[in-house]
């Protein structure tokens, strides 16, 4: 509430108010797109310097809105969430990205790990684990093929119950990569006891990596520990070559930029593995 003068308050601000229409109308817009499936899949590939190869990609949500063309996951995603509607998505999501998996293995275009991002709310359903398993089963991906990017906050939560969660998620073979490294509110200690298999260094830290010197220090010390503790460790949006050789040098050695690749739909993906055929 915001104080206009004494005793006076004024708990909807024209502000506010606007706030609250524009998350009724993304709500109603998100349920027809839910209904009639408005979604598509993008992928990024994930690129291993050294060996110039491609080793995964991550799929990234894309909102094709009838009028307003595709709307970026971060306009919808915090709604999406707030309101539960993140669960027919994220279940969506995860059987689409699985699918086209096989597809492209079945186009004789090779195998990768797949990366799919994981929201707060699916990962603290009780069902989360079961219905990841079923759609294994369903599409027939190999696990060990399937990755959950999982964010800092979302391993802030009952310890017990998260670490249980995520050593079940590893007995199948189900790779486990911390997203947006270094950006929580979290401390180190979970890489000693948390079963994961990746780390994914911010964005925020690569953007200005050659020429701050603090963002070098931080990227550097996480692909230390990184290596030491034998975790794969991935720079996320590399743009340019100078920040690419930079890195290189520096003991990173998988990226994920646009220097590489942008997202896209499937159909340019397959030609884009197409022409980078590794036999
Ligand atoms: P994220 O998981 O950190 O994904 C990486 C974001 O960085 C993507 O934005 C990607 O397009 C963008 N990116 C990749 N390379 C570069 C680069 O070189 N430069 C720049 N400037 N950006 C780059 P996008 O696709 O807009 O997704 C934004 C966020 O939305 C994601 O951040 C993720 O948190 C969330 N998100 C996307 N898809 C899903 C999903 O299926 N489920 C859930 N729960 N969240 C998703
Ligand atoms: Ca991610
Ligand atoms: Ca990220
Ligand atoms: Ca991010």
């Known amino acids: 509430a915001k104080r206009l003068g004494r005793n006076t308050y004024q ?15 993304l709500r109603n817009e998100l349920q027809r797109a839910i209904e009639e499936g408005q979604f598509e899949l993008h992928y990024q590939p994930q690129v291993h310097g050294p060996s110039a190869r491609i080793i995964g990609f991550e799929a990234l949500l894309r909102w094709k809105h009838p009028e307003r063309g595709y709307v970026s996951p971060a306009d919808f995603i ?20 699985c699918r086209d998996s096989l597809r492209l293995n079945e186009l004789g275009l090779g195998q990768y790990v797949m990366s799919v991002n994981v929201s707060p709310l ?61 950006t ?22 690569i ?6 010197h603090r963002d070098a220090a931080i990227t550097h010390g996480i692909t230390s520990i990184a290596n030491q503790l ?17 890195l290189q040098k520096h003991l990173c050695e998988s990226f994920q930029g646009y220097l590489f690749a942008r997202p896209m739909p499937l159909k340019e993906l397959a030609d884009f593995l197409g022409e980078h055929h590794q036999a």
């Open 11 to 25: 708990f909807f601000t024209p502000d506010l108010n606007e706030k609250v229409r524009h998350h009724l109308a």
């Open 78 to 97: 915090g709604v999406a969430e707030n309101t539960g509607q993140i669960v027919p998505i994220s279940d969506w999501v995860l059987a689409t990205a």
């Open 122 to 182: 699916q990962f603290q359903r009780n069902c989360f684990l079961p219905d990841l398993l079923e759609v294994l089963t369903n599409t027939g991906l190999d696990p060990s093929l399937l990755e959950l990017e999982l964010t800092e906050n979302i391993l802030m939560g009952n310890t017990e119950t998260v670490i249980e969660t995520l050593r079940e998620i590893r007995s199948h073979g189900i790779g486990i990569a911390i997203d947006d490294f270094g």
């Open 184 to 205: 929580g509110f979290s401390s180190l200690s979970y890489l000693k006891y948390l079963p994961i298999t990746k780390i994914k260094i911010d964005r925020s830290f």
């Open 207 to 212: 953007q200005e990596v050659i020429s701050d």
């Open 230 to 246: 034998q975790l794969q460790v991935v720079a996320e949006g590399v743009e340019t070559q100078a920040q690419y050789a930079y």
